[in-house]
């Protein structure tokens, strides 16, 4: 890999979001770091490097489904960033490519049963070439893993820990956003996210307990505030039970047992429409995604690929995290945690690259990592420290 003439290359540039990722290289890669962009469309490739003002040399033409063409663009970079989904159509000849020729690998998917289904299958070709296979380095979910690993710090490997992470959101859907949810739908993806245990390995030591009000909807007492469960809490909180499973394995065990759970926090008890809004889309999308007909409705409505919220919207967005964790003694600890910006597009974008920086500054300190991990278990501290340093707010508040 040190022959490798870049640095990193940017998969799915084009794209709404991986726009923003060239956008974000652009401004904050280092000088002397080397990178490119790729997607399947010529035109739309030149048109994105001359906004960037990237030479010809740094633009590559690249179909996702095309085998052969993946494995020639990938074998020329250290690192690949991809933003193209849903990752389950658009994602295996890159995550094979990478693991094959030892290429580190990240990407801002959600599709937990598609990852499960790509470990089983490269997780050992990776292993053996060195690759680095990063997925879930998005708002999915890099907040929720920081926030699980920050708390159990604050306990001494408990016998039972469970985690409450409260959700305050302000942003937009992007169409690549809405065609990999509506994607879980098809596939029929939807049915796995029952199972918590869905990432772990078979013979895990790890426990998971059940999450205490997980499936909640109305007003929350300790919390003050209407409350609904979290669009995204069936995939963060898988990635944070792989996390402590893996970190388990690191000799850095969470608790003996742990329960993760997300919710919204929608407004104070003055307010209940937020709450009612919420509820009836979270409610629409769990009894109403799997018919055609409601998806085909959501496709005339929601943004289609390439589509998003406009250039203010994001900027005026927002998430704040509060998350809350009690051991089974009735300790607790809390943490405030946020970042501006749309969370669905610009804080999946620093999040992203970011991350992927910090692979190229520290690669001499993550050597010993290869395979498919969590973005915990691959980075510890040195993930949270450099996003940190670039503008993410932690705050212990613990009781």
Known sequence: MSDT????????????????????????????????????????????????????????????????????????????????????????NVIAACAKFGTHYLDITGEVGFIKQMSDKYDEIAKKSGALLIPFSGFDSVPADIAAFLLQKEFHQPKKLSIKSYYSISGGFNGGTIATMLNKFETGEYKKMNNPALLLSRNTEQKIHKPKD??????????????????????????????????????????????????????RWYNPVPFLLVSIIVLSLTLLGPFEWFRNVLR??????????????????????????????GQKASLNMSYPGDPGNKSTVFFLCESALCIAEHADKLMSKSGFKTPVSAFGELLVARLTERGLKIKSTNK
């Open 5 to 92: 003439p870049f640095d990193l290359i940017l998969i799915g540039a084009t794209g709404f979001t991986g726009k923003r990722a060239a956008r974000y290289l652009k401004e904050h890669a280092p000088e002397n770091f080397n990178w490119g962009i790729a997607a399947r469309n010529q035109d739309k490739v030149s048109a994105l490097a001359d906004k960037l003002n990237l030479e010809n040399d740094r633009c590559f033409i690249v179909d996702n489904l095309n085998k052969e063409r993946v494995e020639e663009v990938v074998q020329k970079t250290k690192i690949v960033i991809t933003t193209a989904g849903p990752f389950s159509l658009y994602g295996e």
């Open 214 to 267: 997980a499936q909640f909807f109305g007003f929350d007492a300790a919390l003050r505030r209407w409350s609904a469960p979290f669009i995204m809490g069936a995939i963060n909180s898988k990635v944070v039970y792989r996390t402590a499973e893996l970190m388990r394995e690191q000799n850095s065990p969470y608790a003996e047992s742990i329960s993760y759970s997300e919710h919204s926090s929608l407004g």
């Open 300 to 329: 005339r409505i929601m943004p289609s690929p390439g589509e998003g919220p406009s250039e203010d919207q994001i900027e005026n967005g927002y998430f704040k995290l509060l998350a809350v964790a009690q051991d089974q003694d």
